[in-house]
């Protein structure tokens, strides 16, 4: 199937980096959120973004230009039903995702693919409520999205070739990298990443070092870009809690069991960076540890 549009469910975080690299990409992107100044400010933030590479010279001014007249945006949801593919990529809980599938059934075209941007759940258990099965997948893009080169392909267990060849052609057109996955908890990334990012908040909550000690160990330990507590503020702590409740969940084994510190910050709101707290501060001109 050729693919040359692409719904967008979601202006945020990753809704947005997304739209940016479609549209960068060639394809006419249909962007869709609830809130009209969200999808006004994603499109500041892609042209922003945009203006940063061509600063750069990654691209030319027409370039630009021309990426940002294939953005459209929409309050309505059903409006992406006429598009050849859709990413779905709204908050990481189920029930937002299937209810945001229901709605997008009726207005679907015959030869439509769903995918969903899920970081960890379970891609059978999404496409089986749907009327497509077959032509619905896991697309996991990696944050941030422009930046980063992998995209995660998942197929579950109805999802044929056709559908898989047409994802992985997307991603190619990207200029990104597919990694295939199979359809277990949190998929390969966020299956090694996580556990990972827990443990550094267990360090953290039985005291074996604070916040700074953590973070420098692994950025100059083992040459890390971040350290796990800043990276887990990058990725929104209650992401990062809900993929352990996945993991602990599906497979059912202690050692995925969330810190209890990680569950006591989310409880507070103190997301990260999205928030303005969480493993840092970052209210003032530098980010502070909290702890």
């Known amino acids: 199937m050729d693919i040359e549009s692409i719904g967008i469910v979601g202006a945020g975080q990753m809704g947005n980096g997304i739209a940016?690299?479609?549209?960068?990409?060639?394809?006419?992107?249909?962007?869709?959120?609830?809130r009209q100044e969200a999808l006004d400010d994603a499109v500041g933030l892609i042209r922003r973004n945009l203006d940063r590479q061509v600063s750069r010279e990654k691209i030319s001014a027409e370039h630009r230009d021309a990426a940002m007249g294939r953005i459209r945006t929409t309050l309505?949801?059903?409006?992406?039903?006429?598009?050849?593919?859709?990413?779905?990529a709204a908050t990481e809980r189920e029930d937002v995702k299937h209810a945001i599938f229901a709605e997008?059934?009726?207005?679907?075209?015959?030869?439509?693919?769903?995918?969903?941007n899920t970081s960890s759940i379970s891609i059978t258990r999404l496409a089986s409520r749907t009327d497509r099965p077959e032509r619905f997948m896991g697309f996991h893009f990696m944050n941030p999205v422009p930046v980063m080169q992998l995209?995660?392909?998942?197929?579950?267990?109805?999802?044929?070739?056709?559908?898989?060849?047409?994802?992985?052609?997307?991603?190619?057109?990207?200029?990104?990298?597919?990694?295939?996955?199979?359809?277990f908890p949190a998929f390969i990334v966020n299956r090694i990443l996580m556990p990972m990012i827990n443990e550094a908040v267990y360090t953290l909550y039985e005291g074996v070092g604070n916040v700074n000690s953590i973070d420098q160990a692994m950025?100059?330990?083992?040459n890390h870009p971040m350290g796990p507590?800043?990276?887990?503020?990058?990725?929104?702590?209650?992401?990062?809690?809900?993929?352990?409740?996945v993991l602990h969940d599906g497979l059912a084994d202690t050692k995925y069991r969330p810190c209890p510190l990680l569950t006591k910050y989310v409880e507070a709101g103190w997301l990260g960076r999205k928030t303005q707290?969480?493993?840092?501060?970052?209210?003032?001109?530098?980010?502070?540890?909290?702890?």
């Not at 309505?76 to 779905?88: C, F, K, R, S």
């Not at 679907?108 to 995918?115: P, Q």
């Not at 950025?219 to 083992?222: M, S």
């Not at 990276?231 to 209650?238: K, V």
Request: charged share 25%.
């Open 229 to 245: 507590l800043e990276l887990a503020d990058f990725i929104g702590l209650d992401t990062c809690l809900a993929i352990m409740n």
């Open 104 to 116: 997008l059934l009726p207005a679907l075209g015959e030869r439509t693919i769903l995918t969903s």
């Open 20 to 34: 940016h690299v479609c549209a960068l990409a060639g394809y006419d992107v249909l962007l869709n959120d609830v």
């Open 76 to 88: 309505t949801l059903t409006d992406l039903g006429a598009t050849d593919l859709v990413i779905e």
């Open 151 to 183: 995209v995660e392909l998942i197929r579950g267990i109805a999802t044929d070739e056709a559908t898989y060849a047409a994802c992985h052609g997307v991603v190619e057109r990207l200029g990104k990298t597919a990694a295939t996955a199979e359809d």
């Open 277 to 291: 707290r969480g493993f840092y501060d970052y209210r003032g001109e530098t980010p502070e540890p909290t702890r």
């Open 219 to 222: 950025k100059l330990g083992t």
